[in-house]
């Protein structure tokens, strides 16, 4: 086993050549998700003054900084930073996040508990950088969100005396693989941490295999897959219900939802639902791209369908009667929309690997399918299938076999959303268990 200082030495050597293969994506990723140049100074320590104002106005005794890279992740840390706040009257977090995307919705978070969380961009990983970031913040813990336990910010924040723990940790079997690979390497760093919280009873095991002690991983649950904190509000589903009617879809139409679609998905999803619409006249079609950047790729291709898509980002865009597909393209809107559809079809399952996340639809009852590769959920998926909560389809074939038996059969896909939502139950107090992970002294709150 190699020793920390070989591990941080060794990844230092090969973080430049990593950031040098990347840069050129990930400009070009900022750029088309609305990012700054100016943001970048956030990236190596450098504040606004306004926000180094509003990081040094938080509570002192208590100060958590909260890192989640992306939609997902802020997702999580949403509901954990409720709890926390909740839980604690006197806690202040800085939330950082790595894209513009994350970044947008870490900020409503901010406006939502002003004088409570302040946003951020999160810092590249290079030595010194997480140093001097930790000395702008000044946290009493650093919490991780799920698998981003970067190296130079751990050693430094341990270094400091700051102690680190990582939050509904995530290793799924292919990232289990992967790391082992370099276990002798990672070991050491995943050791810095204070305590792992896992979603999953047999992760015990895995970060055991990394070389984190027994006593200080804990089995929380998933705070993404807990109903608390999940209920989307009422007011935001009626908002969307009006934008519906508005472009042309009644409340009343079935309506298919693609949720997280990944390229070449949407034109796929498209054939499957006109032919639908041959059993089901007056069928509805949302999508929901992964990436909103990709909006113009997609429209093109519906049209080389015949479909003339409406946006979401353009006022008053309404849908064809003969195909009305709806691309939702903003972000941070998924979740309420799940509430005002028939059926949801999970992205990234069909063309690629990895899956995205079913639990958002399964907690707002609705059926749920999704192809075959979901190998990034897969105890969630396990565990939906076994309980009759999600269907899993081979191909996209199948998939339309699927949708037409759900759509004519009511019963049917109301017993299976209702059995998706009551799966979740085990997961039932994550986010709590988590707080008084985090916050020892309140867990008898």
């Not at 202040?92 to 951020?120: F, N």
């Not at 924040?157 to 700051?162: C, D, E, K």
């Not at 980002?313 to 003969?322: D, F, L, T």
């Not at 399918?369 to 969630?380: I, K, Q, R, T, V």
Request: charged residues 20%.
């Amino acid at each position: 086993m190699a020793s920390k200082a070989l591990s941080l030495t060794l990844y230092n050597l090969a973080l430049p050549l990593g950031l040098v293969l990347m840069l050129p994506g990930a400009f070009i990723k900022m750029r088309r998700r609305n990012g700054r140049w100016q943001d970048l100074a956030q990236r190596i320590g450098f504040f606004p003054r306004e926000t180094q104002a509003a990081i040094d106005a938080l509570p002192q005794r208590e100060r958590f900084w909260v890192h989640a890279v992306s939609v997902g992740e802020v997702g999580v840390a949403k509901k954990l930073i409720a709890r926390l706040l909740k839980t604690q009257s006197d806690l202040g977090i800085v939330l950082s996040t790595t894209t513009p995307t994350g970044y947008a919705l870490a900020q409503e978070l901010a406006v939502q508990h002003e004088g409570r969380v302040v946003a951020i961009y999160s810092p590249i990983d290079l030595p010194g950088v997480g140093r001097l970031m930790l000395e702008r913040i000044h946290p009493t813990h650093l919490v991780l969100v799920e698998a981003e336990v970067w190296p130079n910010l751990t050693a430094s924040a341990s270094r400091l005396g700051i102690p680190v723990s990582l939050v509904n940790a995530r290793l799924s079997p292919r990232s289990e693989r992967r790391y082992r690979k370099f276990r002798n390497f990672i070991g050491p760093i995943f050791r810095m941490l204070k305590q792992v919280l896992v979603q999953e009873a047999d992760d015990v095991a895995r970060w055991q295999g990394f070389g984190v002690d027994a006593e200080r991983i804990h089995f929380t649950g998933s705070i993404k897959y807990d109903p608390e904190g999940a209920v989307v509000a009422a007011e935001k589903i009626a908002a969307l219900r009006g934008v519906l009617t508005q472009t042309g879809i009644a409340p009343t139409q079935p309506t298919l939802l693609a949720a997280s679609t990944h390229a070449g998905e949407e034109v796929e999803l498209a054939r499957v639902f006109l032919r639908l619409r041959e059993q089901v006249r007056d069928l509805a079609l949302l999508i929901v791209p992964r990436h909103v950047e990709r909006r113009a790729e997609i429209s093109a291709e519906l049209q080389g369908l015949g479909i003339s898509p409406a946006l979401r980002s353009v006022a008053g865009s309404r849908v064809e009667a003969k195909a009305p597909v709806f691309v939702i393209d903003t972000t941070g809107e998924l979740a309420a929309w799940q509430h005002l559809v028939t059926l949801v079809v999970v992205g990234k399952s069909f063309l690629a690997e990895g899956g995205q996340n079913p639990a958002e639809a399964a907690l707002a009852q609705k059926p749920v399918l999704f192809g075959p590769h979901m190998e990034n959920f897969a105890p969630l998926v396990d565990l939906l299938l076994k309980k009759g909560g999600a269907q899993q389809v081979a191909d996209f074939a199948e998939l339309e076999a699927a949708c037409g038996v759900l759509l004519k059969d009511e019963g049917k896909a109301k017993r299976m959303a209702q059995a998706g939502h009551d799966a979740l139950k085990i997961h039932e107090g994550a986010t709590m268990r988590s707080v008084q992970r985090l916050i020892p002294s309140n867990s008898q709150l």
